[in-house]
């Protein structure tokens, strides 16, 4: 008995989306799905019933930042994760792969796994695949990822085949040491850099271990984007039908749109919070930069055709003035939008695949909004 | 007409405190009542919508800080301040002297008006009490207030009286000046510093222009709590009961039970907001720094006693857990939670007017909360 099924609903006719749904201990998700970044346990700006009222089922946490602060420990003792941040549907957390190899020089790799010093105080820690599923069991996420190398990007073929071959003594490790199956469905991540053979060799070993779900790691890391879309869309090849995907940290519009033509079911991304505390906007004409002097007598709503609270209520103006003003109200309305703004763009692309017409939603959001690379 | 009528209800047995209605073109208020600021057209990390849930019927807005900046002009341009921020309850906002004479050698007092510097960016304004009444016009807000000058304290007799009579001067000159009467009424301020004789004669001189409510200024600027209430108490026997009295920039939980006990009927004060955007929270027994290590591991609500969404949801863990990660959820949750916590203790005052025990009500409250200067 795993934690979660995937129930492959419809597949789209001229590409290879998929619409189903992820039935998992805290509730139903229909997939595709975008799931905002609750990186500290909280996502940025946000109250959970926020998230729900955006329509939001699924979020994400990162097992670095928690494991550092406040500790899986504390955590445990509240309850888990859920009760700590008081969100009842489902959570997903990373394997702190990513963050750990991002810290560059502050970490050491052996085939143990990764000693690093933390980016809050500097003190010295250790994480191998074994320690991660202890700490993903004690938050205690409905979805957790196996310990990865993020190799970067460009790295020679060797780099990135010893990388990967790690990646999968590490995803065994990890499945070994993940106690928790019944509540708690672990991921293994194809890692493969931008060689073919290689991320074809790691879907096929992985799928050999049998897990519940299967993430594309180590794209959207300074590769051209019809790089990333072509590595998508040869690594989907591999992963079976009746098993959810997980392409890990894209999220721009344009990225979720071309990843779920690739047959990739489930996203995350810190763009849409990330941009909206700088002031900037999602809409559907493109991106827009409301903090910016043009908006300022501007008494319209960041996008007319958004159902969001802030675009039911509050005029550019007002928000380019609280953003002058360095008001929190600022990013919480940004935030509120641009969330809501993916969450919309996913519902879209959900009822384009069920009217087998996703190329039609694809050309004409990119005539409206245009298409960029961001 | 005047925009505003003040009901007295009751009044208080033991005490001079008052129970009324004030009708605003904005909806009734009952009183005494404490007004959350909010500076720049929002209060700090709070949605309208979480102002109505805890229970605030009217807040405050700084006319200094909007004049600066969005612009009275932007927000006349916007349908005034109710409609910019979205606020669709009473408003009142104050003239700016005391931003403008707390800035100290930035800014130049004549008998024409004042000469300052902004905070902002440095730029040369003047504002006269006729300027000061054409800002607030535009802002629209339901209760406005005259200019006048907030002398120092400590300050020699000959200083505070010459001071109180500019203030007069400029309260007659903002009354003729003042066009909406009809939507907006205009209090005169009361100044006088800590000088018996010099509050007995503005409030009389004030009361002898008629203004439909008066506000009581200057105070809460350095002297001793004891030498505040002893004068608003002066203060009050010179007002008429037929009025509201608005005392300015007071709020500690204790102030607000003295001056109720001593005539006041309306309040407001950054503390709620300000200290809980550091960390601090008020609580049934006291401030409790949530940010302290000691709160890591309760998981229990910031005060057992409390009905609002922080304390129905989350933990002293969570929210210091919030608070050291540097995360906007802990100052909307801190704030929420404090200005909750004092829009209950105003609900608890009100009741005990009605049982005329106010008294108990006091003694009680300073046993479980503590007598703090705060």
Chains 1, 2 share one sequence.
């Not at 890692?191 to 779900?213: H, I, S």
């Not at 003003?325 to 969450?343: D, P, Q, S, V, Y």
Request: aromatic letters at 10%; charged letters at 25%.
């Amino acid at each position: 008995m795993t934690a979660i099924k995937y129930d492959l609903v419809k597949k789209e006719k001229n590409t290879k989306a998929r619409l189903g749904v992820l039935h998992t201990p805290h509730g139903d998700i229909e997939t595709p799905v975008f799931m905002p970044v609750g990186t500290q346990a909280t996502v940025k700006a946000m109250t959970p019933e926020e998230l729900k009222e955006i329509g939001a089922n699924i979020i994400l946490s990162n097992t670095y930042h928690l494991y550092l602060r406040p500790g899986h420990e504390l955590i445990k003792k509240a309850g888990g994760l859920h009760k700590f941040m008081n969100w009842d549907r489902a959570i997903l957390t990373d394997s702190g792969g990513f963050q750990v190899f991002s810290l560059g020089p502050l970490r050491k790799i052996t085939e143990e796994g990764v000693e690093f010093r933390s980016h809050i105080d500097g003190s010295k820690h250790f994480l191998t695949p074994e320690k991660v599923i202890e700490i993903e069991n004690a938050l205690g996420a409905d979805i957790i990822m196996s310990f990865d190398e993020c190799a970067p990007y460009p790295a020679d073929y060797g780099y990135v085949k010893n990388s990967m071959e790690l990646t999968l003594r590490w995803a065994r490790r990890g499945k070994d040491a993940h106690k928790n199956t019944e509540r708690q469905a672990l991921f293994g991540i194809v890692q493969g850099g931008t060689y073919d053979d290689l991320r074809k060799e790691c879907a096929n070993r992985l799928v050999d271990m049998d897990f519940p779900g299967y993430s594309i790691g180590g794209l959207s890391v300074g590769e051209e984007k019809q790089l990333m879309y072509h590595v998508v869309d040869l690594t989907t090849d591999f992963l079976p039908q009746d098993k959810p995907r997980y392409l890990m940290g894209v999220g721009s519009p344009g990225d979720l749109i071309e990843g779920v033509i690739r047959g990739v079911d489930m996203f995350d991304c810190v763009l849409p919070t990330r941009i909206a505390r700088n002031g900037t906007v999602l809409t559907s004409t493109g991106r827009l930069i409301v903090r910016d002097a043009p908006h300022a007598e501007e008494f319209i709503p960041l996008d007319s055709e958004c159902d969001c609270y802030t675009c039911k209520n509050f005029s550019r103006a007002y928000i380019r003035h609280l953003f002058k003003a360095n008001e929190i109200l600022a990013a919480r309305l940004a935030t509120i939008h641009n969330l809501r703004f993916l969450t919309r763009l996913m519902e879209g692309i959900r009822e384009a695949i069920k009217q087998d017409k996703l190329l039609e939603f694809k050309s004409q959001f990119y005539k409206k909004y245009g298409y960029k690379e961001e």
